[in-house]
């Protein structure tokens, strides 16, 4: 399975997570955000990114996930009726958090908060399966210059 990341070109070229506090994590835990499809990854970048803006330092990343990993998944169902609200953060950094400790499987899939039916890929790269996870391709990435933050 291929699964996207667009991320900053300093981090373009290994699978690390910062750490920083976000959806699925809590501060101090650290995974790898992935997206479905280029698409979506695009616009998870365009809700989520501050700072840096939509400038020229990106590249896109298609990551080669082997059919012969376990996959944890997340069903829309099982998650509250305002999960995805920010303010519910902690709803699922709960559910990622314990994922990763437990060292349930390298990768988590859960549902986008921006396109529910689509899936994003939490990659826990402390799990002993994440070595078989590789970065297949890395190209350059430049946000077409009409969509505006």
């Given at each position: 399975?291929?699964?996207?990341?667009?991320t900053l070109s300093?981090?373009?070229?290994?699978?690390?997570?910062?750490?920083?506090?976000?959806?699925?994590?809590?501060?101090?835990?650290?995974?790898?955000?992935?997206?479905?499809?280029?698409?979506?990854?695009?616009?998870?970048?365009?809700?989520?990114?501050?700072?840096?803006?939509?400038?020229?330092?990106?590249?896109?990343?298609?990551?080669?996930?082997?059919?012969?990993?376990?996959?944890?998944?997340?069903?829309?169902?099982?998650?509250?009726?305002?999960?995805?609200?920010?303010?519910?953060?902690?709803?699922?950094?709960?559910?990622?958090?314990?994922?990763?400790?437990?060292?349930?499987?390298?990768?988590?899939?859960?549902?986008?908060?921006?396109?529910?039916?689509?899936?994003?890929?939490?990659?826990?790269?402390?799990?002993?399966?994440?070595?078989?996870?590789?970065?297949?391709?890395?190209?350059?990435?430049?946000?077409?210059?009409?969509?505006?933050?």
């Amino acid at each position: 399975m291929e699964v996207f990341r667009i991320t900053l070109s300093k981090w373009s070229s290994s699978l690390t997570g910062s750490g920083y506090p976000a959806r699925w994590n809590s501060k101090g835990i650290y995974v790898v955000y992935t997206a479905g499809s280029t698409a979506l990854a695009i616009l998870e970048n365009i809700a989520h990114r501050n700072g840096e803006g939509l400038n020229k330092n990106f590249k896109q990343i298609t990551i080669e996930i082997p059919k012969s990993l376990g996959i944890k998944k997340v069903s829309l169902k099982s998650l509250p009726k305002f999960w995805y609200k920010v303010e519910n953060y902690n709803v699922c950094q709960e559910i990622g958090d314990r994922w990763v400790r437990n060292q349930e499987t390298a990768v988590l899939e859960v549902p986008s908060s921006i396109v529910t039916n689509e899936k994003n890929y939490i990659l826990n790269p402390n799990h002993q399966d994440f070595r078989k996870i590789k970065i297949k391709s890395i190209q350059d990435f430049e946000f077409d210059p009409r969509i505006r933050k």
